[in-house]
């Protein structure tokens, strides 16, 4: 019995709300009055290649650590020398020995003379990470005056102000 009277009563409110409300649709028309820019900003890293210059001091010759025909020169007479001083099993030990302080004496020498040094620009290239912030637009805020109202919706499609709207207005009618 209590299950009978339950099923009554939902069908009583079922079909009471169902025959004292009535919804009507109306098409009108609104004017845009503004239209604001909606957006989305985005950042990300982004790797660059960048010269990067500095002063540095560096040797007017660079040269002097350069073997060459005078280091080769050196080298003969060291050698020369070496195997005149050089006895017996022994003399090709201290032909090589000269040979080797000669180049050394010449390199030695060029050095000391290249005691000059300059300021001079120098550059390399590296990479740098930078950071930039892309803005896309998300959408557009329309303000519109329809009905002696002003409201507010939100677009995917941009409007000018001044620019024809037409609207769905859904107006509802139920009893208490």
Same mark, same amino acid.
């Given at each position: 019995?209590? $299950?009978?009277?339950?099923?009554? =009563? ?8 169902? @025959? ?7 098409? =009108?028309?609104?004017?845009?009055? @503004? =239209?604001?820019? %909606? ?8 790797? !660059?290649?960048?010269? #990067?210059?500095?002063?540095? !001091? ?7 650590? $350069?073997f060459?025909? *005078? ?5 003969? &007479?060291?050698?020369? /020398?070496?195997? #005149? ?9 201290a032909?090589?020995?000269g040979? %080797?302080?000669?180049?050394?004496? =010449?390199?030695?020498? +060029? ?12 550059? #390399? /290239?590296?990479?740098? &990470? ?5 803005? !896309? &637009? @998300?959408?557009?805020? %329309?303000?519109? *005056?329809? *009905? ?14 001044? *620019? %024809?709207?037409?609207?769905?207005? +859904?107006?509802?009618? @139920?009893?208490?």
């Amino acid at each position: 019995m209590l $299950k009978k009277f339950i099923l009554f =009563v939902g069908c009583v409110i079922a079909i009471s709300s169902n @025959s004292y409300s009535k919804t009507n649709f109306y098409q =009108v028309t609104g004017s845009i009055s @503004s =239209v604001e820019v %909606l957006k989305t900003y985005s950042t990300q890293k982004v790797p !660059r290649d960048e010269k #990067r210059c500095s002063i540095q !001091r560096v040797p007017v010759n660079q040269e002097a650590n $350069k073997f060459g025909a *005078d280091n080769f020169i050196g080298a003969l &007479i060291g050698g020369a /020398i070496g195997n #005149r001083l050089g006895e017996g099993g022994g003399k090709s030990g201290a032909t090589a020995l000269g040979a %080797l302080i000669g180049s050394e004496v =010449v390199r030695s020498d +060029k050095a000391t003379a290249n005691q000059n040094f300059v300021e001079k620009e120098v550059c #390399r /290239i590296q990479k740098v &990470i930078h950071t930039e912030t892309t803005e !896309r &637009i @998300s959408g557009y805020k %329309l303000i519109i *005056d329809v *009905d002696g109202e002003t409201i507010s919706f939100n677009s995917n499609r941009s409007y000018n102000p001044g *620019d %024809l709207i037409t609207l769905t207005k +859904k107006v509802s009618y @139920s009893l208490n």
